[in-house]
Structure formats: structure tokens, C-alpha cells
């Protein structure tokens, strides 16, 4: 089946700083989304990406499906940004698999 | 609009006992999921559903039956507890799944902490 593979494992930043978290995967896909989860549990959506480019305050994710990997640009960062990013796709069948994470913490 | 709502969110079991985990959505959506997470890991797929009476196995099935009686439920049961499915059981829905569409998002409720003892 489909790998779903995303760096850095773990992240520490200071507040203010920027990242970029990827995900890699190793077929073709028709859908994808960031996920970010909370320091609660709670799986919040950020982007629904297949393809392109899309922005969000300061969150901006790119896809580029041909090259198969997803980035996931996080500006400014807060400490309210902490916890897991999540991608997960979807290779057409009807669920998403999802990759490890990355789990971020900033610092004050 | 409460989205996607998981019933009991904390449980603990003896192991042998059964019990069921209930999701319900109101968002009219036809596809539901059930995952399992475990400490320092993503998400795993454990059953599906694509439409109300279907369901089908994911990544990790075993020891798990589901049932979709109604579109808006998606039911989780555990018929003999062991220590290993102790986890963070998550449901999720989605409206539909073409290719592209925003309608694919996956939605999910707040997650069930089980405990197997």
C-alpha cells in the first residue's frame, strides 16, 4: 500500500520563528489534507490540498502531486501552534491514510 | 451544528468485557471512519463505512465489528477487551469522496480514551 512519510519527526522552535514541516508519499493521490492535533487530542483540519497552493493566515501548504510531497509553511510561529501535524491521503479508495506526524513545540 | 459527537469519551475495561463506542454525525455525510491511535503514532484505519448498511476492514480490523444501521451512526464494538486496544479511538466523516473535492474533507470528533486493564 501507499507510505505516507513526514519530516522533521520533531521540531523545536522559538516564538516568532518560521518551519517547514513535508510529507512524502509513495503513489499518486487524490487527496490530501493537513491536519494539526492539539495538545487536547483534538484533530483539527488546516488544508484540504490535493494540488497547489492555498493560505491561511499565517499557514500556507503546497502540493505538487507530480513530484509526490506536500509542504506545510508555518510564519510567526506562536505556542499556540504546538502539537502534531498530521498529512493524510487518499489514494482513491475511498479513506486516508495517514503519515507519523511531525510534532512541534515553540517555545516562549 | 455539532459536527461529529463520539460517545463515552474515557472508559476503562477489565479484560474479556465488552462494550460498544457510538459516533453520530449531523452533517448528512456518507462516509464514516473509526481509527486508533496509539502514543507517538498516526492514525490507523480500523473500519470504514461508504454508505448507510456497508462497512468494510481497514489497516487493523481485528478484534473490532462495526455496524452502520443508520446513516447518521457509525458503531464501534470491542467483543472481548484485551490490554493491546488500549488506545485513543477517533471517528471521522466525510461527505463524499471524488476526486478533488473539497466535499472529501474528513471531519473528526473528539476521540475515545480507552483503557484495557
Known amino acids: 500500500g501507499i507510505q505516507v512519510e513526514q519530516s522533521p519527526p520533531d521540531l523545536i522552535l522559538q516564538e516568532g520563528a518560521n518551519s517547514t514541516l513535508r510529507c512524502n508519499f509513495s503513489?499518486?493521490?487524490?487527496?490530501l489534507q493537513w491536519f494539526h492535533q492539539n495538545p487536547w487530542g483534538q484533530l483539527i483540519n488546516l488544508f484540504y490540498?490535493?494540488?497547489g497552493t492555498k493560505q491561511n493566515g499565517r499557514l500556507s501548504a503546497t502540493t505538487v502531486a507530480t513530484e509526490r510531497y506536500s509542504l506545510l509553511y508555518i510564519s510567526s510561529s506562536q505556542t499556540t501552534d504546538s502539537g502534531v501535524y498530521f498529512c493524510?491521503?487518499?489514494?482513491?479508495?475511498?479513506?486516508?491514510?495517514f503519515g507519523t506526524g511531525t510534532r512541534l513545540k515553540v517555545l516562549a | 451544528n455539532a459536527g461529529v459527537t463520539q460517545t463515552p469519551k474515557f472508559r476503562v475495561l477489565k479484560t474479556g468485557q465488552s462494550m460498544t463506542l457510538l459516533c453520530a454525525q449531523d452533517?448528512?455525510?456518507?462516509?464514516m471512519y473509526w481509527y486508533r491511535q496509539d502514543p507517538g503514532m498516526g492514525l490507523r484505519l480500523i473500519h470504514y463505512?461508504?454508505?448507510?448498511?456497508?462497512?468494510a476492514k481497514g489497516e487493523v480490523p481485528d478484534g473490532y465489528n462495526v455496524s452502520r444501521l443508520k446513516k447518521q451512526n457509525f458503531l464501534l464494538g470491542l467483543e472481548s477487551a484485551a490490554p493491546s486496544q488500549t488506545s485513543v479511538y477517533f471517528c471521522?466523516?466525510?461527505?463524499?469522496?471524488?476526486?478533488?473535492?473539497?466535499?472529501?474533507?474528513?471531519?473528526f470528533g473528539a476521540g475515545t480514551r480507552l483503557s484495557v486493564l
Open positions: 471521522a466523516s466525510t461527505q463524499s469522496f471524488r476526486e478533488g473535492l473539497a466535499k472529501n474533507i474528513q471531519y
Open positions: 503513489d499518486s493521490v487524490n487527496n
Open positions: 490540498i490535493p494540488s
Open positions: 493524510a491521503v487518499g489514494p482513491g479508495t475511498y479513506k486516508y491514510i
Open positions: 452533517m448528512n455525510h456518507e462516509y
Open positions: 463505512s461508504v454508505g448507510e448498511g456497508t462497512t
